[in-house]
């Protein structure tokens, strides 16, 4: 009964959209007479049908006729979802946010923090034009390690003010107190296991920050946090940790760990000779206690899409 609802609500919208589209702006995408055509619809409608119909929800309405013609959309996306993507112009930008939504089932909010952060500019900048189109066409594709790690995270969420000073354990208790967030800003197919996981070598007690079990790689992700630049120490420490998932928590079935060290700062150089021979799962990504330029990261988007 909830989904004919929202379809019958969704089509009504459409046809508004419709009807303002191709009577009132005789067929063109804008008014020529500016937002008067809106603002004097929305009192007429609310004096005849009631709430619901002001000015900018008229607005989305034409919107979603124009980036929607034939009215086709899952019977998963709400009108609310539908307010949020056609904010978005970039039909590509728009289309991934459109698969994320319904394959991940995403809340309205969540589809409007991920939009905010500008995750699909985030993880297209690592990618060729070809990549970047895929993204968009079909959504985040998780087939190897790679495609479940991103350069930088963003964790705006945890309202760490950037300048301020902070300890390590002081981010693992934001991200354990924003635990949802932090999976949805991981991505896909992410479970959590436990924080400071335990293990003894030699009589040498260590603690790995929080470990995670990715469903679709199926293998453990171990991830450390650094709140300054991370070390060359770091990265072997790290290496040490995969090779005792490996060796003494992996089970029949397991893929071999992957290891992700989170740093404020990243020296690509030292990274790059740190991790020469060392085992491939192993990453190093910076994180971001603030929202991204979305428009800067837009940019090089276009870059790449056109490069022959």
């Not at 009108?79 to 590509?92: A, G, K, Y």
């Not at 909010?109 to 500008?118: P, Y």
Request: net charge neutral.
């Amino acid at each position: 009964m909830a989904v004919s609802i929202n379809e019958i609500i969704k089509a009504t919208y459409w046809r508004i959209g419709q009807y303002i589209v191709e009577f009132e702006q005789q067929g063109n995408a804008k008014a020529k007479y500016g937002t008067s055509l809106l603002s004097n619809l929305a009192k007429l409608l609310r004096a005849k049908v009631g709430r619901g119909y002001s000015r900018p929800n008229l607005n989305n309405m034409r919107k979603f006729y124009l980036m929607y013609p034939i009215c086709q959309t899952s019977d998963k996306l709400t009108w609310s979802h539908i307010c949020e993507l056609v904010t978005i112009d970039d039909r590509l930008e728009r289309d991934f946010y459109e698969k994320e939504c319904i394959s991940e089932g995403w809340t309205v909010n969540e589809l409007h923090r991920q939009k905010e952060s500008g995750l699909f500019m985030r993880l297209a900048v690592s990618k060729d034009k070809q990549g970047v189109l895929t993204l968009a066409h079909e959504g985040q594709q998780v087939q190897t390690p790679e495609d479940v790690v991103k350069n930088t995270y963003t964790l705006e969420f945890l309202g760490i003010e950037n300048k301020k000073r902070y300890k390590e354990k002081d981010l693992e208790e934001k991200l354990i107190g924003n635990m949802q967030m932090f999976l949805l800003e991981l991505g896909k197919g992410f479970t959590f296991v436990k924080r400071q996981y335990p293990l003894t070598i030699n009589n040498t007690h260590y603690h790995i920050d929080l470990v995670f079990y990715h469903r679709i790689l199926r293998c453990f992700v171990l991830i450390d946090l650094k709140r300054g630049a991370v070390k060359h120490k770091d990265i072997g420490q790290m290496n040490m940790y995969l090779g005792y998932f490996a060796k003494e928590e992996n089970v029949e079935g397991d893929n071999p760990p992957i290891g992700i060290i989170m740093s404020h700062y990243k020296d690509e150089l030292m990274v790059e000779y740190a991790t020469y021979g060392m085992d491939s799962n192993m990453f190093v990504s910076k994180y971001e206690l603030f929202l991204p330029n979305k428009e800067e990261l837009r940019n090089l988007v276009r870059i790449i899409l056109v490069e022959k």
